[in-house]
């Protein structure tokens, strides 16, 4: 009796795993969703201990009301609780745009859908480059500077800098 009441209080206070976390933050977030505007996504990347130890960035694809969209979020866990800390999106209609996180750790992403380019730099820091589906492609940096040239490179070696976000055309959008 006494092995079934320990096992029992250890398996109650297993702490819950990042994707865990995740995957019931996500179904929260669509609780007050109408039925005709449900967001369905999927987790297509996710890595922890990124900037420190007890962080992580997760990469999902959404469908919403916006269309498909892809996002990067960082978290933070503290206590042994993980905490929604910063996100950005982007679309795959402007695959040369790119944004960042305005608070640390800068975190700077953007879709990509051309095959010809193998590499990307926020900065001095090349991003990882993560195969969605398709010739669909989403790059992430983390740089510990903010406002650096985002730039990337084709196969025939030929670099290129990448036009940033326009944040005027964003608000338009969001009102």
């Not at 320990?6 to 398996?11: D, E, V």
């Not at 990042?18 to 007050?32: P, V």
């Not at 890595?47 to 959404?62: G, H, M, S, T, Y």
Request: proline share 2%; glycine share 6%.
């Amino acid at each position: 009796m006494f092995f079934l009441l320990l096992s029992l209080l250890i398996g109650c206070s297993k702490e819950r795993t990042f994707e865990e976390f995740f995957h019931k933050e996500m179904e929260a977030k669509q609780e007050g969703y109408d039925k005709d505007v449900l967001n369905s996504y999927s987790l297509v990347h996710h890595e922890q201990n990124v900037v420190q130890k007890e962080d992580a960035i997760a990469i999902r694809r959404e469908n919403n009301i916006q269309g498909e969209q892809i996002f990067i979020t960082y978290f933070k866990k503290e206590n042994g609780t993980w905490y929604w800390e910063q996100t950005r999106g982007a679309e795959w209609d402007t695959p040369h745009k790119w944004s960042a996180m305005n608070e640390l750790p800068h975190i700077y992403s953007g879709a990509i859908s051309d095959n010809n380019i193998t590499e990307i730099y926020a900065g001095e820091e090349q991003a990882k480059i993560i195969d969605v589906e398709g010739n669909k492609r989403y790059w992430y940096a983390v740089s510990p500077f903010k406002d650096v040239e985002v730039k990337y490179v084709r196969k025939d070696g030929t670099e290129e800098i990448i036009e940033s976000i326009d944040y005027e055309m964003l608000e338009e959008l969001a009102k």
